[in-house]
């Protein structure tokens, strides 16, 4: 069972939206980008133990306000997306095999 960091959720998150480990870490905000990295910010926060700067560093240098934004976004629209409820389920559960 391997530990779950930052660099593994980022990997799990880009591989299932088909985007690449730029994307998520660089400075492109296409909605096909940036949603990915929210999903990928909010679960670092929720399944790590690091701070909002050091997952803002490790998303390319990112402003800790960015990273707040995105897991309170996924936060709200977790409560009303089965779909996105299902998802975050999904790639927890694969994160802790």
Excluded at 26 to 35: A, C, E, S, T
Excluded at 74 to 96: G, H, N, W, Y
């Amino acid at each position: 069972r391997k530990p779950i960091n930052v660099e593994r959720i980022q990997a799990l998150v880009a591989d299932y939206y088909n985007v690449t480990l730029d994307d998520m870490k660089g400075k492109r905000r296409d909605k096909h980008i940036v949603f990915p990295r929210q999903v990928a910010m909010y679960l670092c926060k929720h399944l790590t133990k690091h701070s909002y700067p050091e997952i803002g560093r490790a998303f390319g240098g990112k402003h800790h306000t960015t990273v707040i934004h995105s897991v309170e976004k996924i936060e709200a629209l977790v409560v009303t997306d089965e779909t996105l409820q299902r998802l975050i389920s999904e790639l927890s559960e694969s994160l802790q095999k």
